[in-house]
């Protein structure tokens, strides 16, 4: 048996779209090859910024972790102020998180709202991470989407504007 963590946005039918579903279909047939399946996503921002991870209600024997006061960054509209968004937010919680749970492996299914001292502590405990992008945010944390009422950046310039438009 592997014990599983992924970081997605969340699942049915509050997330919908590929972005939930595909890491539901693998975690459930995860689950149903024996193995130890624990999900973790961002989820609200709370009054007192404190950043905390709150265990939920499991989902179709999957174990539920919710991160309130994540880093934000707007899926729909893009990331308006990197430097804002990426601020450091608690490697220690982080780090009692993942030794409370011992996942052999995480499997990452979007960088959006994800701390890197997520990442950090995982690396420090030697934990093997997988990474999967199941969006535009890995590419451009400015991508919009369809519908969103924004214009579509397209003068990136072979990808040597999107440093200069990130900073």
């Known amino acids: 048996?592997?014990?599983i963590l992924h970081y997605a946005l969340g699942l049915p039918p509050v997330?919908?779209?590929?972005?939930?579903?595909?890491?539901e279909n693998i975690m459930v047939r995860q689950v149903a090859n024996g193995n130890e399946v624990s999900l973790i996503y961002p989820g609200n921002v709370l009054i007192d910024r404190e950043l905390k991870i709150k265990k939920n209600k499991s989902f179709n024997n999957i174990k539920v972790y919710e991160i309130n006061n994540p880093i934000s960054a707007t899926l729909l509209s893009g990331e308006h102020d990197p430097k804002v968004s990426l601020k450091h937010m608690g490697l220690n919680i982080y780090t009692d998180f993942l030794k409370t749970?011992?996942?052999n492996i995480i499997h990452i299914h979007t960088l959006v709202n994800l701390d890197e001292e997520f990442i950090s502590a995982a690396n420090k405990m030697d934990i093997k991470i997988i990474f999967t992008a199941h969006d535009y945010f890995e590419i451009c944390?400015?991508?919009?989407?369809i519908g969103s009422g924004v214009k579509t950046c397209t003068e990136c310039g072979n990808?040597?504007?999107c440093v200069i438009c990130n900073r």
């Open 1 to 3: 048996m592997i014990k």
């Open 15 to 23: 997330n919908t779209g590929g972005l939930a579903k595909q890491p």
């Open 101 to 103: 749970i011992e996942v």
């Open 141 to 145: 944390p400015k991508a919009k989407t």
């Open 159 to 161: 990808g040597e504007k």
